[in-house]
């Protein structure tokens, strides 16, 4: 799978990503402040199949009918919290499926 992280998540993340996946950064691709429906068809347009934000509006704000790009959503973009959750991240990349928006919560209540 092909993931890009958005911004707003901690880069270290896309080290504790199994590698089975390519793992790429908004700001390794050169696509730093692209309003998020330009970076989701931008994305999609590079063959992404997963965007990865911390964006609780993203939902709201952009109209994902038609999209092929999965979306996951982080509660935190809380470094420590990310990296205990990594497990559960996992779980939810390797479900995401083309279309689909899925939230993650990873906060410390459970």
């Given at each position: ?13 896309r ?34 199949n ?42 939810a ?14 906060s410390?209540?459970?």
């Amino acid at each position: 799978m092909k993931i890009i992280l958005d911004e707003s998540i901690p880069h270290k993340l896309r080290l504790l990503i199994d590698s089975r996946h390519f793992v790429a950064t908004t700001w390794f691709q050169g696509w730093s402040g692209l309003k998020n429906g330009d970076l989701l068809t931008v994305a999609e347009h590079e063959g992404f199949n997963l965007f990865v934000t911390a964006d609780q509006e993203l939902r709201y704000q952009q109209n994902l009918t038609r999209r092929r790009i999965a979306i996951l959503v982080l509660s935190t973009n809380n470094w420590s919290m990310v990296k205990a959750r990594i497990a559960q991240i996992m779980e939810a990349i390797d479900a995401a499926e083309p279309g689909t928006l899925a939230f993650v919560n990873i906060s410390n209540e459970q």
